[in-house]
């Protein structure tokens, strides 16, 4: 009994909470996305300063994304000639993005915080919405649909890079929306293209955090550890759970966590 009275205050709840994080956002992640609206307020919770904080949740994640691309393999070579010039797109935008959080103040980062998270989790609760609407546009395409305009998609890919390695959450639904939008019409295409530019984004990004010592290894090892745990086991709760559901729960979660960084403001 004495032992399970001082134990409150022997653990740090805190690494509790990291790891339970760290498990739940690879689940996410493997199902559905959103992972990082749990984990990086857990990193924040471990008193690290806000851009280590998010430099040390990308590159927790990044190895996960990284099994995406084995995944995905077939298709990548299919679409060689796309998938390479979105790979620099990808390259280019996330060491822009990477490059300008070291360069934000950490206040200015922390006031940013909440609506990122904010934008964030409303562009995941569009995703179903426009989705639903991409595949009605693809139905009455036919063989009318235009094909896909390169340049415009190259340049529109730098910019989602930029928030990917800048922040993040949410840019895959953004991918996945503007190579629809451009007259992409294959969903293998499609998710191999997107892996392709956020896997890159978020590696040249892992990089350039890694090398100006901004991610704090104690916790991101950690983290990398139960994340890869978490999407391993997560093929059963998919397809126990509706994708409506969980995408439910993610933007819960994101819109959550928004209002406790907006009232933490306060």
């Known amino acids: 009994m004495t032992f399970l009275s001082s134990l409150p205050q022997s653990m740090d709840w805190h690494w509790v909470w990291l790891t339970v994080a760290a498990f739940l956002a690879g689940v996410l992640n493997a199902v559905a996305g959103g992972g990082s609206f749990l ?66 103040p950490q206040m200015t980062f922390l006031h940013l915080v909440p609506w990122l998270l904010l934008v964030s989790a409303t562009i995941f609760a569009l995703s179903g919405p426009v989705s639903r609407w991409l595949e009605r546009r693809k139905g009455t395409a036919g063989s009318a649909a235009h094909p896909p305009r390169r340049l415009p998609v190259f340049l529109l890919t730098i910019a989602v890079c930029f928030y990917i390695g800048y922040f993040g959450a949410g840019a895959g639904f953004l991918l996945i929306t503007l190579l629809s939008l451009f007259g992409f019409q294959d969903i293998h295409e499609i998710n191999a293209l997107k892996v392709v530019s956020t896997t890159l984004a978020n590696g040249i990004a892992f990089v350039i955090f890694t090398v100006n010592g901004q991610v704090v290894w104690r916790y991101c090892l950690l983290a990398m550890v139960v994340c890869a745990i978490g999407g391993y086991t997560s093929a059963r709760f998919a397809r126990m759970v509706p994708q409506t559901v969980l995408r439910g729960l993610v933007v819960f979660i994101g819109l959550s966590m928004a209002a406790w960084f907006f009232i933490s403001e306060q």
């Not at 084995?70 to 060491?95: Q, T």
């Open 39 to 104: 984990l990086f307020p857990a990193m924040l919770g471990m008193k690290m300063l806000p851009v280590q904080a998010n430099a040390t949740n990308t590159v927790a994640l990044w190895p996960g994304q990284l099994t995406s691309v084995a995944a995905y393999r077939d298709d990548i070579r299919k679409n060689l000639r796309l998938a390479l010039p979105m790979g620099l797109a990808g390259l280019l935008g996330g060491a822009a993005g990477a490059a300008v959080l070291l360069n934000t």
